[in-house]
Antibody, heavy 128, light 110 residues
Framework: QLQLQESGPGLVKPSETLSLTCTVSGGSINRSSYYWGWIRQPPGKGLEWIGT???????YYNPSLKSRVTMSVDTSMNQFSLKLRSMTAADTAVYYC????????????????????WGQGTTVTVSS | QSVLTQPPSASGTPGQRVTISCYGSSSNIGSNTVNWYRQVPGTAPKLLIY???QRPSGVPDRFSGSKSGTSASLAISGLQSEDEADYYC???????????FGGGTKLTVL
């Protein structure tokens, strides 16, 4: 059974870079039918898609965050990561990693399937 | 401000049927399928419905989804106290090339 676990600092200073890692267990990050994503939820608010990555390293980012986001995958560690630069108080949120399983492969088909496995989330606070 | 619009709250009594609506536009719900998530506060969201009306394994058939035009609905029949949670709709947005979410609806079982 696939499981995801986020890790990273709980506190980041303004203007610094947030680095989070999602460790995948119970399955291989190399599997061609999985897409891996990051989603965040500010306190008391709704969900926001940050981006998605494929095991090959192809990335898809939310245009509103694209200039500050870098996602990467480490297949040897079965992990994928998020870096968010120039953090401000508005980036304070619970950050989740999640996976989407599709039959076959191809980003086009991700739209038809939801994020079916989620990590427990990690709270990130931006404060000096 | 969320891209998809949901009522902030909904309520019902045990055994009742409740529906939660979700409104979007031609670039998201109007041209793509809708997913629904359930989130108990303090925990991660859980996929409840995908592709408008499909239930993942383990989701009771009390939960059903539908879509028409640029809106979608989640129906919960035989309401139970454990159904109290926040419910979020989501849909692919062609301009984003990724998913957008509603602001969430807090369901209270009276």
């Amino acid at each position: 059974q696939l499981q995801l676990q986020e890790s990273g600092p709980g506190l980041v200073k303004p203007s610094e870079t947030l680095s989070l890692t999602c460790t995948v267990s119970g399955g291989s990050i190399n599997r061609s039918s999985y897409y891996w994503g990051w989603i965040r939820q500010p306190p008391g608010k709704g969900l926001e898609w940050i981006g998605t990555i494929y095991y090959s390293g192809i990335t898809y980012y939310n245009p509103s965050l694209k200039s500050r986001v870098t996602m990467s995958v480490d297949t040897s560690m079965n992990q994928f990561s998020l870096k968010l630069r120039s953090m401000t108080a508005a980036d304070t949120a619970v950050y989740y990693c999640a996976s989407t399983l599709i039959p076959g492969s191809g980003y086009f088909y991700v739209r038809f399937y939801g994020m079916d496995v989620w990590g427990q989330g990690t709270t990130v606070t931006v404060s000096s | 401000q969320s891209v998809l619009t949901q009522p902030p709250s909904a309520s019902g009594t045990p055994g009742q049927r409740v529906t939660i609506s979700c409104y979007g536009s031609s670039s998201n719900i109007g041209s793509n399928t809708v997913n629904w998530y359930r989130q108990v506060p303090g925990t991660a969201p859980k996929l409840l419905i995908y592709r408008n009306d499909q239930r993942p394994s383990g989701v009771p058939d009390r939960f059903s989804g539908s879509k028409s035009g640029t809106s979608a609905s989640l129906a919960i029949s035989g309401l139970q106290s454990e159904d109290e949670a926040d419910y979020y709709c989501a849909a692919w947005d062609d301009s984003l090339n990724g998913p957008v979410f509603g602001g969430g609806t807090k369901l209270t079982v009276l």
